[in-house]
């Protein structure tokens, strides 16, 4: 829901055309200060491991989010990233070795079309790059929450300092290309600096956080599917913040949207000639 935040803060508080450099304050300082205060370094293959779940779920995720929402309408953007929760049912089965399960897969076109009630309007266009970027985002991000359930969080590491390798090793990741696609940083007044922080704070530390210690306690593709609160929070906060309006189409899509994410928190049910997996 944090994460929902993220469009109304970047358009209203932060300096235009520097969506990266954006990325790179919300994630490396917020990994920098989660090692300050855990103090614990990963260990033998971690190290690897680490660098792999950052540069997925935050160094490449954050180009392809930001490339994608600069070349196409919001709408179609946010409905590319709500696919990530079908990747991630198919991952399931490849990576974790998971039955494939027919009930979550089915609300998570459910909520895909949700979502894509919400938040596509007849403004809605397809760039070619633009789209391959929404996938690829999808892609890199199912990817890495998948591998965060398979390798899971070691022993003697706590959320934070799990969460903070990634976001150390993704903002990394991002510097040189920071730097190399948009040049110096902006100036930052008041207002970037309030967007900047809770874009780092709370929208990073606190956030990844809690979504790390989730994907490693809950069933994976339960996790990617509260994701769909992301635009869901967008849409609402639109209405509240920008004073945006939502037709009866968009809160018919509201509802079907809340329905698989909370479906999909549900075992399946039991079916007379077994289970509807």
Same mark, same amino acid.
Do not use: C
């Given at each position: ?9 970047? &358009?209203?508080?932060? *300096? ?5 450099? #954006? ?13 300050? +205060? ?14 792999? @779940? ?7 995720? /954050? *180009? ?12 179609? !953007? ?7 929760? $079908? ?35 007849? #403004?809605?266009?397809? =760039?070619? +790059?633009?789209?391959?970027?929404? $996938? ?5 991000? !199912?990817?890495?929450? &998948? ?8 022993? =003697? #590491?706590?959320?934070?300092?799990f969460a903070g390798w990634q976001l150390t090793a993704g903002g990394l990741f991002l510097v040189p290309v920071t ?8 100036? +930052?007044?008041?207002? !970037? ?13 606190? #956030? ?7 994907? &490693? ?17 967008? !849409? ?5 913040? @920008?004073?945006?309006? $939502? =037709? ?5 899509? /509201? ?13 399946? *049910?039991? $079916? ?6």
């Amino acid at each position: 829901m944090v994460w929902g935040s993220t469009y109304v803060v970047t &358009t209203e508080l932060l *300096p235009a055309g520097h969506p990266l450099f #954006a990325g790179l304050l919300r994630s490396l300082p917020a990994g920098l200060v989660a090692l300050a +205060i855990t103090r614990t370094l990963p260990r033998g293959s971690w190290w690897a491991r680490a660098a792999t @779940l950052g540069v997925l779920n935050i160094g490449l995720f /954050f *180009p392809f989010l930001f490339i994608a929402a600069e070349r196409l309408p919001g709408g179609v !953007a946010a409905v590319l990233g709500a696919a990530q929760p $079908l990747v991630v049912a198919l991952l399931a089965v490849g990576v974790l070795k998971e039955s494939p399960s027919a009930w979550r897969f089915a609300w998570g076109v459910v909520g895909m079309i949700g979502v894509g009630l919400v938040v596509l309007g007849p #403004a809605a266009g397809f =760039d070619v +790059i633009g789209v391959l970027a929404g $996938l690829g985002g999808a892609a890199t991000m !199912a990817l890495g929450v &998948t591998l965060t359930k398979k390798w899971g969080r070691p022993a =003697d #590491a706590s959320p934070t300092a799990f969460a903070g390798w990634q976001l150390t090793a993704g903002g990394l990741f991002l510097v040189p290309v920071t730097f190399l696609f948009e040049g110096a940083p902006p100036a +930052i007044g008041v207002p !970037a600096l309030i967007g900047y922080l809770w874009l780092g704070g709370v929208g990073g530390l606190l #956030a990844y956080v809690l979504w790390f210690r989730a994907i &490693t306690t809950l069933p994976v593709t339960s996790v990617s599917m509260l994701g769909l609160l992301s635009p869901m929070v967008a !849409a609402v906060l639109g209405v509240v913040v @920008l004073g945006q309006t $939502l =037709d009866p189409v968009q809160l018919t899509g /509201f509802a079907l949207a809340l329905a698989a994410i909370v479906a999909a928190q549900r075992p399946a *049910p039991v $079916l007379a000639k077994g289970v509807l997996q």
